[in-house]
Structure formats: structure tokens, C-alpha cells
DNA sequence: CTTCGTCTCCGACTTTCGATGGATGCCCCG
DNA sequence: CGGGGCATCCATCGAAAGTCGGAGACGAAG
């Protein structure tokens, strides 16, 4: 059984909410919070398994620092913020507080549900449509390799040598290498395995 | 709205899978198959999103070779494969048939509507009890590396260099080597990076 | 007890990789 | 327009990775 907490200042919002969780056997509401403070307090006393955090609190954007609050409590409920607008700025911010999972308040029901399944399962749920604009900002700052960087990069990390992939870029193998090194210091890495790893991390590579 | 085709030759499987899903407002079963052929017929003139399918269809286990039908479409429904062992030798062929998902029978509710709820989203969704097993029987007869290669090979996979894995080991960087290549011809490559992509591939690796 | 297989370890040789330094062409902006 | 920044390309040379052959340990068969 996954208890819920739901935090959203619209009453609305949140009899919404409940009447779709409430269809689901395995997932049960047990509270309802319309402050940030009231959410800490709640997901405090009641140590739900998740919490579903709005981001727009009335005027003040606290839901970010809410939510870092909730997951800096000794039960540490997953939280999965909810918004109106997949422009919001706060989006890093929250994931960055710790949030498991961004959802789009209008998403489709099942959606929903099963985003609450999988942040409860200690998954990150993310909308398509976020996840997309989230990586872009959070990797475009850190790096920014060249077409004919990440097309080399690409080859390496399938396992080509250099003069693998100077065979199937037609060029020389020195160029390959030149190519590499750029990346490497682009990186902060040493070596080819070193790079694969460190590109998978930001997301360049797979 | 996900719509489901249900292929099995016992009448009160059918019923009983029927009934737990209709209570699912998101998905809609739209025909039933008592054999094989009918699964792939239905699969075709229906065009559901999955097909939950039987293993054992009287006699001859032709679920297998039904679930290599069905995906062969052009639809090209998700099939989930349901099962009453989880002893059942052709797990692995229906997952090499191109089945998403492997579920027992006696699958709490709850857990077999999450699973269609996945592989009609695309996701795998395997029964925990038949995952584990699943995972050795696919990758123990293609590879078997000793702790020490795996160990080395983790630490390769890593970025670390040879030296640096030489030390972190209290070993020689020849020795390291000398693991490599056997690592390397077990796994059928001839370069570091390639054997952690195939480690990877493998599920040796992550 | 021997033989075989396997795992672990190692040193010396060859190949590949990575560092260094430099060339050209492009685009933008003061 | 003339330099500064960047992407692309290339050659040389020391360093790392990979190849080769083999040694010691240990257990399972023969």
C-alpha cells in the first residue's frame, strides 16, 4: 500500500487528485496539505511513502524548498512535484531539491498514477515533455562538444579504435585523435573509457 | 486507452483477467482468443496495443511461436506473457520472441494491471520471482568471468587505467592486463571499450 | 599420483593511444 | 578588414594498452 500526502493549495487540485489515487487499491491518501509548511508538518507526522508537491504555492515559490525540506526528513517520503506550466523555471530547482519525479498537472490519469507508482518504488517518473527540456539544461551548461566531437565520441563508445573510426569518418587516425583530445579536455578526462563514462553521465552518449 | 486482446484456451482465465481489467478505466479488452492462431488473427484485425498471452495452449506450447507472429505484425502489438509456472522452460523463447513482459497467473492484481500498464507504454515488466532466474539462464551460458576479471573489468569500466586498477588491486599492471585478455576473448572483443559496452550488454556490468 | 583445467599472477615485446605542436579555413564582431 | 575564436585537419614521439608466453596454486577428474 503506497500512502500519499497531497500538497496543493487549490482545494480543487487536490479532491482532483484524491478522486483519481482513490480508484487505485494498492495507493491510499492520507492527508492534504494547502501550505508548505502544512506539507513538511503532514509527510512529518503521517510518513507517507510519497508526496505530491505542487510548485506554486499562493504567490511564493516554495514548493522547491519544501520539497528539500521533506526529503531531508529521517522517512524521507519520495516527492513528485506537480505543475500547471512545463515552462517553470523551478523545474531544476526541484529535481535538484530531490524531487523523484515532474509531472504536468494535466497529464493523462494513468499517467499520473503510474508516476506515483514508480516514484514511490524510489523510480524517477519524468512527463516526455519535461524530460527532454530538463536534459537540455542540465547539459548544455557542462559541455558543449562539437558535431564532429560527439560523431567521433559516438564511434569510441561503441567500442571502434581510432583508426576504426578515421575508416568510417574518411579521415586520418591523427585527426581522430585530435578530435578526442578536444573532447577529453572538453570532459576533464583522460582517456577514451574515462570520456565514455563521464559522456554517459551527462547524458551525451546513449 | 490501452486495448487488450486476451489469449488463452481456458475459458475462466479469460473471465478472471477480463474482470480485473475492465475495473481499469484505461484499459478496454476488446477480444478474446481461445488458440493460437485466433491470437494472432484477433492481433491483426484488432490491432490492440498487447496481447496477454498464454504460454500453454492445450497441448503444443505454441504461445512462443504465437508471440513471434503477433510481433511480427505491422501493428506490432506489446505482448505480455502469462504463465501458470515459473519453472516453464520457454521463458526464455518468449522473451527472444519478443515478449515485454513475463507475469505467473496468481500475480496479485494490482501487479498485473501495472504490468500491462507498462508493456503497452513499451516498458519490460517481469515478474520479480522470474526476473532473477530469467537473468542467469541469459547471460551464464554466454559468459562466465571469474570475480577477478569481473572486478577488473568494473574497475576498467570506470575510466580507471590499467595502472590505476593495478593499484587500487595490489596487483601488477601486467596482471591487470593479462585479465583483460581473458575477459576480452570470453566476451568475444579486442579492446577495453569494447568489452564494456559488451559487459553492458551482457548485464555483467551496471 | 598424475593429468588436466582454471584461476591467478607476472615480464618482455608490439601496437595503439594520447600529448604536443602546428596548419588551414570559417565566422563574427569591434 | 583584420585579428580572435573555433572547428577541422594532420604528423611526430613518449606513454599506455594489448599480445605472447609462461609460472605457481588449487581442485576435479582420471
Redesign the pocket.
Known amino acids: 500500500m503506497i500512502h500519499v500526502v497531497i500538497a496543493d493549495d487549490h482545494p480543487v487540485v487536490r479532491a482532483g487528485i484524491r478522486a483519481l489515487l482513490d480508484g487505485e487499491s494498492d495507493i491510499e491518501v492520507v492527508g492534504e496539505a494547502a501550505t508548505p509548511d502544512d506539507a513538511v508538518r503532514l509527510a512529518q507526522s503521517l510518513t507517507p511513502e510519497l508526496v505530491l508537491m505542487d510548485l506554486q504555492f499562493g504567490q511564493a515559490v516554495t514548493g522547491a524548498d519544501a520539497t528539500r525540506r521533506v526529503r531531508a526528513l529521517e522517512a524521507a517520503p519520495y516527492v513528485l512535484v506537480l505543475t500547471n506550466y512545463d515552462t517553470d523555471g523551478d523545474i531544476l530547482g526541484a529535481v535538484e531539491a530531490g524531487a523523484s519525479g515532474y509531472l504536468l498537472k494535466d497529464a493523462p490519469p494513468h499517467e499520473l498514477i503510474a508516476a506515483v507508482r514508480a516514484a514511490a518504488a524510489g523510480e524517477s517518473a519524468l512527463a516526455p515533455a519535461i524530460a527532454g527540456r530538463l536534459m537540455e539544461r542540465m547539459r548544455a551548461p557542462h559541455v558543449?562538444l562539437?558535431?564532429?566531437?560527439i560523431e567521433v565520441l559516438r564511434l569510441v563508445g561503441e567500442g571502434a579504435?581510432?583508426?576504426e573510426v578515421?575508416q568510417r569518418?574518411h579521415?586520418?587516425?591523427?585527426?581522430v585523435?585530435?578530435?578526442?583530445?578536444?573532447v577529453?579536455s572538453k570532459l576533464g578526462v583522460?582517456?577514451?573509457?574515462a570520456a565514455i563514462v563521464e559522456a554517459r553521465k551527462l547524458g551525451v552518449l546513449r
Do not use: M, P, Q
Open positions: 558543449s562539437s558535431a564532429r566531437e579504435s581510432n583508426s578515421a569518418l579521415i586520418t587516425d591523427a585527426t585523435k585530435s578530435h578526442l583530445v578536444h577529453f583522460a582517456s577514451r573509457t
